[in-house]
DNA sequence: CCAATAGTTGAAAAATTGTTCAACTGCGAA
DNA sequence: TTCGCAGTTGAACAATTTTTCAACTATTGG
């Protein structure tokens, strides 16, 4: 087998330390791994879904009172919702007219802890 | 006391649960919080810096060498390691012309396997 | 000191993401 | 069954982010 190669290499340098780069690239989860994970910190990479995710780790709360809370219209809401929807964050019941969204797990509240812990820790 | 205002409130709807906003509101953190937050974890939402961390979580690495296993430009990649820096995330060590990069801490290694375990639960 | 290579930088281009707007659905009350 | 309100939707627009490119710095070896 010729030097270790990449896929779709747009790398412009030369592998400095073939043994390292090896024992990296078994090692290296499948592709569609990153690419689910990265998706999965979209969700947490925006302010607003942030705030309103510590709205919903507090409370179960509706779409209009989410809105009001972060200041933004029911369409950004609800547009928020349904992408955190789609990666099971969060989960809602229906109670007439109004629907009720919260945190379908605790991972929200973990991921955002070490976020928190992170912040703390790395300022000097 | 009027009702309850949101500084720069643009959104379309009332109230419905006046007890829930202000119950919520009294416990949602500052704003520069989640600013904060959002963009930590925007260093974790891309494939790109994922796959780039998916390797430092194995063995430290150079530049050239990460680019070459990620298949992108050393260029992409020393933007990257810059933007994880400033957070904190990665460090370096130089050995002559070669910087060697690793994590910083632990965190990296907590937030994404919970991410994963968030992945592995949330799929039926 | 000069050449070669590792890595960095900033600005422009390309790609992605968030918000807005207007029209829509669904539910309950009258 | 009609009206009003809660919420959703998709497309257009705006804002942000990632990649690329070319020029740059730093370090080593000759």
Known sequence: M?????????ADCQVLHPDIVDYVRKRLPESH????LANLFKLFADQTRIRLLQCLLTHE?????IAVT???TKSAVSHHL???????IVRFRREGQVIFYSLADEHVEKIVS???EHLLESEE
Request: a neutral charge; charged letters at 15%.
């Open 2 to 10: 010729a030097k270790t190669e990449h896929s779709a290499s747009s």
């Open 33 to 36: 791994i990153s690419l689910n």
């Open 61 to 65: 709360m509706c779409v209009c009172d």
């Open 70 to 72: 972060l200041g933004v």
């Open 82 to 88: 349904h992408a955190l929807k789609l990666s099971n």
């Open 114 to 116: 070490i976020g928190l």
